[in-house]
């Protein structure tokens, strides 16, 4: 949860939903989640140091769609390939299903990260539909 909240309260905040950690704790813990968890290589001691996590779900609603819901790395790891592994494997997790994630239009880095890799606005995104005072963008892969 820390990494979650050190990357992303300051946009939340900024992209006027507000940070509620009540909130984004429930969604973490929602019992249709999944987690990849990247780490640095273990030693004999622990169990290596958290480089990133991709936390996402099964969407039966998106007839069958794998939603990302976080995608976060450390910052000492950005740059490094760890995000695009983890979008990779979910990519392969999803198959022949589309996968779809939220973006905040503030985090430009996350966007072209997405874009870079592949996924696009999707036809489902407000922007699509002309509604432009939505602080967020819904980009899909297929």
């Not at 992209?15 to 004999?44: D, M, Q, V, Y």
């Not at 039966?60 to 990302?68: K, Q, R």
Request: glycine share 8%; with cysteine; charged share 25%.
């Amino acid at each position: 949860f820390q990494l979650v909240k050190s990357n992303m309260q300051r946009m939340y905040m900024f992209s006027g939903w507000g940070w509620n950690p009540r909130t984004k704790k429930r969604e973490l813990e929602h019992k249709e989640a999944h987690f990849l968890i990247a780490r640095k290589s273990p030693s004999i001691d622990n169990c290596g140091d958290l480089m990133g996590f991709a936390h996402f779900r099964q969407e039966a609603c998106d007839e069958g769609a794998l939603y990302l819901y976080e995608l976060q790395t450390e910052k000492q790891h950005r740059n490094c390939g760890v995000g695009r592994a983890l979008v990779q494997i979910i990519q392969e997790i999803a198959g022949e299903n589309k996968v779809l994630l939220t973006v905040l239009k503030c985090n430009s880095d996350a966007i072209r990260f997405y874009l870079r890799l592949g996924f696009q606005i999707d036809e489902s995104s407000p922007c699509k539909h002309g509604i432009t005072d939505v602080n967020y963008q819904i980009m899909s892969w297929a």
